[in-house]
């Protein structure tokens, strides 16, 4: 019996489990955009993606049925994790 290949929602349903497990572990900034968003956005790291990035992602939701504003509350929620990590580092003291 032949394997078949994943269907373009079984990989989107993937990565969104992907994000959400990762985003309760901690973080999901390190999560690889699958090859299903066609163009530049695959292969590229959640946390590094824009707002108008996660849009596009939403949007690409949409398309398969999915709710897009799943993907918006991951990515705001990534891109708050990630402002704090940088803001939680010490600053260094400046002398007089």
Same mark, same amino acid.
Request: glycine residues 14%; proline residues 7%.
């Given at each position: 019996?032949?394997?078949?290949?994943? %269907?373009? @929602? @079984?990989?989107?349903?993937?990565?969104?489990?992907?994000?959400?497990?990762?985003? =309760?572990?901690?973080?999901? =900034?390190?999560?690889?955009?699958?090859?299903?968003?066609?163009?530049?956005?695959?292969?590229?790291?959640?946390?590094?993606?824009?707002?108008?990035?996660?849009?596009?992602?939403? %949007?690409?939701?949409?398309?398969?049925?999915?709710?897009? @504003?799943?993907?918006?509350?991951?990515? =705001?929620?990534?891109?708050?994790?990630?402002?704090? @990590?940088?803001?939680?580092?010490?600053?260094?003291?400046?002398? %007089?």
């Amino acid at each position: 019996m032949d394997a078949r290949p994943p %269907r373009p @929602e @079984e990989i989107w349903d993937s990565f969104i489990d992907a994000l959400d497990r990762a985003g =309760q572990a901690g973080g999901a =900034q390190g999560v690889i955009v699958p090859a299903i968003a066609v163009g530049p956005l695959a292969g590229r790291r959640f946390g590094d993606l824009s707002r108008k990035d996660a849009e596009h992602l939403a %949007r690409i939701a949409g398309a398969f049925g999915r709710r897009g @504003e799943t993907v918006m509350g991951l990515w =705001q929620d990534t891109q708050r994790r990630l402002k704090g @990590e940088s803001s939680e580092r010490p600053r260094p003291k400046r002398g %007089r």
